[in-house]
């Protein structure tokens, strides 16, 4: 019997020959695969479609191979100062083992959890250790990335507090109101600047949003604005760089309601921005209005402790359009990276990162700012800074770069829409003090010569 | 007390349990720069309680915990609207590469160009696969796909003032991220029911459909894995009325090659790249969620962008953009996977996923008919939606036979959706699964329906031999223990 | 017939048996060259039937597999004398490492000389070690050190013109390869006694020594985890007599930083890279077998030597090398693991391997020793051997205690070795293991014990949960099925 | 109680704190360290290593990525027509992914088989792949090399045989006999070289041995060869390259006593060299004069089937100096390798691949005869070539290969001590027609300007 679906190729991602397929279709009893197409417009079936021929895996090798050789990074000798939202730093040998475990990157959303107790736990573990972090009562099991995170807080805080007015301090990432923006348009939210000195703000206000450390990589006085907040009513939403938690005050310390983050510094690749997580804690009094995945520790019928998905009313596959959120498929496997990584680092390592980063940032400041034309700006938060800084140049940003990178050297964001002739420059541990020295230099030349 | 000598009994302590002080999985480097003073001591935090554990109880405590999931590469995972197929593991290498995940997100688009033109090649694939050419890789996963296309839809009735259209309109059976979106998107949702064939009542829609419309979001196949026979007046009733049609691609591959969304009438679709194009699901993301506009909304796309210029490539903001859904520019090392995964299988074996995808599915619905009710007795596309409405009867419910399936090394099917159907079994096998694999499920799936009579309480009481038993999940939602505490 | 329920119960058909004719799991790139005249047919074969499967299966399969096995990365494994330690992950990543894992052996020497500089580092930090600074990275196992080690002593002697020398002295307690390869060198082996001590009996060793001795092979420590207290009357004994001193280093995890074996009169040894220094025991190999000698006998050493000139570094012929015992340069995967351990550690570090796990050792003989007999009632070295005879006479063998280990996901030790002691259990916790495992199993150890009396059938029919219970060895060996084959 | 113990620094590579340390001791009843160390000469313990201080795990990347980075390789841009024993060879995806699974990598000898049932049966199964592959009735788990495997093969034989003469072919790679002759030194085996078309041999022979494809790339007459071999009470035994047995006839088809090969080229990285595993397939009449692990299928005592190593009596550990041999840990991980690596493949790769490799290098060796001063020579055993041939130079090789490095080509193998002016050419799949020609027009520049 002739079937037309005779012309499957055979690839060595599909199991499936030509003499099975017949034989299925025999059982199904249809003479060929369009049998089965029936429902589909006739007129629409089988269309013309542009796309390249299959390749090998060693030509896809090849291929793959040129595109990335394509790019400038590390690999390719360069050295970079770029941070504002994305850190360069060593991932442990562990993290990439660990990751490399099929029964975690292959399984689905633990939805039977008798059969996926491996993620779950390591989702508990997760949540405990965000929480740890950041000092606060209870965490979810991961946004999509930090600035959604944000947004989806300040979303929470306004449901919090019935409230429709987010107040997000002016010296955070644009992205994290750019992002509250397109989350909140049209949920009749308003979206209002608050000053990092403001001793007043609205009365109506549903959260004031506080970045720190702030865009400009200093440590913002939390403590003064979630007071502030609370006189007002309001929650105090803090979006921390977890790495400068390994040294700087918990916002749980400070009577914080809502903390988010950007997880990725926590051992997860650049990767040109994404895939990332969110990270997202709270008080335990408002866990009901928390959005994400939340895993919880239970018994099973012989009073052994297991762990499930839990207060799943709260999302979109039970509560629909009343969710706190649409999100689904999330971030489950970069949060195991984020658990390896820290509990690789454990007490000591997060501490002493933190100290390395701080030290090596701070030795890059000293320098720049000792060269003509160049100096390291507060931006009116206090000054003190974790392992980013702003930095003035004596010309405009975007030509000291294009001289840096002459140099294989990536320099620091251009913030210039932010301050004249501002750079934003970053360094971790992952940078040496000869690759700061290096830096300094080609800074210190194309100054002279501005 | 004494020890369990069950070698599947394994020591579950969580790591704060298993800290000890001093101990340690890693050291950093030493400072290699002149000392730095300290902040005042009032900025500074005590010792962060994280583990102190070796680095081989790091090693062996998630080891240990990988095999006690469920995973592709360990078991058949036939569930349904999920498309857990293979996930090449050259993918997962090739995201990997020095030059693609050390490249960072706001390097000068110069020093990125083959990162750049992958996400073009990309968007231009999806774009010819989907019949819709506008396309941004922004949105992290399928629920963000389907606001951000939501967005879209709203920003393009704005844009020809047509402020009053605030409904979207949506099958009963969709899955809940899509009233979810479009209430997030500050529309009010009105339901569309399925007639008694599992399609769109038609009569029901143009009932329903009328100048508040915005948006009608149709999944493609449905959620019961059918394609609505009606497609063309459906997207016409909508037309009609000046409403947008967005199609749910979370099905996609039942369809690739074989007809386009575009040539349906489709406006806006997304699609889950973790599920069609293969990107693992990672026990529940990361996922990507591109969404895919006709020529006249790529305007709107939410950014960035990838397109080719004269000076090479670039990343850009569309002209009337929805904005930013997220911090950068989508899951990069998702789209790398999901373009190696397009490269490899190329226009032939693209066809041959979705025609091997759907021989697999009506083989089984096939040969479980005559023990199982269906959700609609027709040919399906690339899973089918059983019913344990019978089993019901016999006093097992679909939740005991999902659960049984385990005990066998298989994992269960989607239980209880779509909403619509009773006792509902969602089966998607992927053509990634062989026919022995597809016969083995065919054979348990017919003894747990013998055992529902002769042995229903290994079916009532299973899994038997997982690492736990069924959990207590009313109690865990009661009272809820989301962390380790120390006590 | 009724499919087992049994989670455990995988399928483990052969790969063979999976197979189906057009199946594939890879494809070859297309030939870009234009095309060849073939050699005439009577070179060409027909098909060589090789497994036809599905990437996916492939990779299930093994993966499946792998979970069947017991490993450090999942259980504690303290097998005695084998050195189960963890085996840094990042160790594996520097070996795969383009420059490393991609390098040509027979590439012109400045081509490869980060290759070259780090075996030599190697073999200076391994002779710094040992105290044997003339050393040779060639021998790929411990095995084929002690034979390279002999064939050097052999060298030696004839170089004399001292041919009389055809004899190895090897104590009654020694590893089954030093015998093997004594005997491959052409030497006859005669034994010498252990004392009640479980030391070498220095009388005998006395009696034995004479002209004819080539070679005196040492274990330091020795198989029962003992240092030698006449170790400098030992090696004078034989010194005297004109033989040299071989220590089989397989157990210098015990001595980093603490001795040398230099300073002790040893003249060649051999070290297992996969034991002390960490590289994975991969199942049964790779392994590496550098081989240590003094200054004196360097010049015999097998090629080749990395060495640094003023040109740089290069791979040489010691002067009267024993010649190559196998293709190429070693294991030099290995040797990158081995020498990136090194530098992890450091001295301190090496120094603290060897002091804990004699600590380890040391604390689970004490907390064993009033329920187990102990092969040597001393302080020992980095393992205890541990006699069942208390136990055997109970009813319960040494066998059967370590197949009951196994149900509580520890891996037995090493049984009935060295031969010279009655229901031997050796175990080697290494300092990798933290002293909650130690204490586990200790327990464990102890509740086994308590079994013997009270439920001995548990012990004697163990292993219960494991993929098979205890495997009928003899019928293997009297009916050998060695392969899958069509039937 | 103070402890010299509590000198022990924390490693990640060891748990054990000071205070537990201390705890122990006391457990022990010593007061430190020192008290167990009683039995090492007093004068010998503690002795100074010059041994540097451990680095962190950032500082070994850095450390090692300057190692690999000194070195000449296809990732830093060069190409190679090197081969002659180690082959460059794409290797799957799933061959790397399997390879970093703990369970594997991490166990030790299979010795308690219901503990190591992975190990085993994929030993079982690479044993299957190998006797398929070589057309053989039985094989073992695993040699350590294609060398030692050979020599191993030969000194069987002499037991077999009782014979103590042993033939090698004249144009088998030297590294045969040479390792051969370092395996064989103490037991009274003479070797002897056997002219490729020698009609005669001595009659107490215990086997020739051939290489086939020989050193020179072509192919041998097995079956003449192994016919002599049989009609004077000999054993033939035969090294061949397993990439060729996907398109050559197996030695199998020959009536071949014992077949050996490096096994390398299935799957496993080049590495300088190692580690590799020798490959070992005999007629079944002799397996217990085999050397190496075997691994038997059996059934436990619920009658289901399961793996053992067996025969084990032919082993060291149990023969001791009577031994088959006296190797013990041999090479099962990289015998892993070679069972996904073939697996992978499967029927049709394994044939597409070896044609691949035949057309390419025969490709490369027309062009390469075309050039003036050049000539692929036959070396006497009919002409008829795998994937490797040798070229004479119109100079010589050592001066070539240098003018090609400059180019980043590394040329074939100077083998001017068995041809003068002779180069052996190696070319794989690897090699893209882009590579040959750049390769070709590279010695065509040099012999013009020769
Ligand atoms: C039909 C359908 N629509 C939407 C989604 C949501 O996609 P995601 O989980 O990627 O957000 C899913 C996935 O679960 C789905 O099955
Ligand atoms: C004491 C002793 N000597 C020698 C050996 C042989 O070493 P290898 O297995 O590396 O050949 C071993 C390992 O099993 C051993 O324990």
Known sequence: MASSANTSVNHPYIPSTDSERAEMLEVIGVDSLDGLLGDIPIEHRHPKLDIDAGLSEQELSTVFGSIAAENASSSSGYISFLGAGSYSHYIPSTVRSILQRGEFVTAYTPYQPEAAQGTLQVGFEFQTIICQLTGMEVANAGMYDGPTAFAEACLMAARVTKRTKIGVLSTADRRLPDTLLAYSKYQGIEIVEISTDATEIPDDLACIGIQSPNFFGEIEDIERLTNLAHENGALSVVHVNPTALGMFKAPGEFDVDIVTAEGQPLGVPMAFGGPYVGLFACKKAHIRQMPGRIIGRTTDTKGRAGYVLTLQTREQHIRRERATSNICTSTQLIGLMVTVYTATLGKQGIKDLASLCYQKAHYAASEINGLAGFSVESLGSGGTFFHEFVVTCPESVSKINAALLDKKIIGGLDISDRLDNGMLVCVTETSSKADIDKFVQALSQIGASA | ?487
């Not at chain 2, 197929?85 to 050259?90: A, D, E, L, R, T």
Request: net charge negative; charged share 20%.
């Open chain 2, 1 to 487: 007390m004494t020890i369990s000598a069950h070698a599947g009994d394994i020591d579950r302590r969580l790591l704060m349990d298993r800290s000890v002080t001093g101990r340690k999985a890693f050291t950093l480097p030493d400072s290699d720069v002149p000392e730095q003073n300290l902040p005042d001591s009032s900025f500074l935090r005590d010792d962060v309680e994280l583990p102190e554990v070796s680095q081989l109880e790091v090693i062996r405590y998630f080891s240990v915990l990988s095999q006690l999931n469920f995973s592709i590469d360990t078991n058949f995972y036939p569930l349904g609207s999920c498309t857990m197929k293979y996930n090449p593991k050259i993918n997962d290498e090739l995201s990997n590469l020095p030059g693609l995940a050390d490249i960072h997100p706001l390097q000068p688009d110069e020093t990125v160009q083959g990162a750049i033109r992958l996400l073009k090649n990309l968007q231009d694939d999806l774009g010819e696969i989907t019949g819709l050419p506008g396309v941004s890789l922004a949105p992290l996963a399928g629920a963000q796909g389907e606001y951000a296309g939501l967005l879209i839809a709203r920003a393009y009735h704005n844009a020809r003032n047509d402020s009053v259209r605030t409904v979207a309109i949506i099958p009963d059976s969709a899955h809940g991220t899509n009233p979810a979106s479009a209430a997030m998107a500050g529309l009010d949702v009105v339901t569309v029911r399925s007639d008694d064939q599992g399609n769109v009542d038609v009569v029901n829609l143009r009932e329903l459909a009328n100048e508040n419309t915005a948006v009608f979001m149709l999944t493609i196949p449905s959620t019961l894995g059918l394609f609505e026979p009606n497609i063309l007046e459906l997207t016409k009733i909508i037309h009609d009325v000046g409403g947008l049609v967005y199609a749910d691609g979370a099905n996609l591959n039942a369809l690739l090659g074989l007809v386009k969304l575009g040539d349906l009438g489709v406006d806006i679709c997304h699609s889950n790249l973790h599920k069609t194009f293969s990107t693992p699901h990672g026990g529940g993301g990361p996922g990507s969620g591109p969404v895919m506009v006709t020529d006249e909304l790529a305007k709107f796309l939410p950014k960035p962008v990838a397109e080719k210029t004269d000076d090479g490539y670039v990343l850009a903001t569309p002209e009337m953009s929805v904005g930013s859904i997220n911090g950068f520019h989508g899951s990069f090392s998702i789209a790398v996977r999901a373009y190696a995964y397009i490269k490899a299988l190329g226009l032939e074996g693209l066809q041959s996923v979705s025609e091997n995808a759907i021989i697999s599915a009506n083989y089984i619905q096939a040969k479980l008919r005559d023990k199982y009710d269906l959700a609609a007795d027709r040919y399906c596309m690339h899973e089918t939606v059983l019913s344990a409405a019978r089993q019901k009867k016999r006093g097992v419910a679909g939740l005991d036979i999902a659960k049984r399936l385990l005990d066998f090394g298989i994992h269960a099917p989607t239980m209880y959706f779509p909403m619509i159907v009773d006792e509902a079994l969602m089966v998607e096998p992927t053509e990634s699964e062989s026919k022995e694999t597809l016969d083995h499920f065919i054979a348990v799936m017919r003894q747990i329906d013998d055992e529902v009579d002769s042995a229903p309480e290994l079916v009532h009481e299973a899994p038997h031999d997982l690492p736990v038993t069924r959990l207590d999940e009313a109690t865990a939602a009661r009272k809820p223990v989301l962390r380790w505490t120390a006590d």
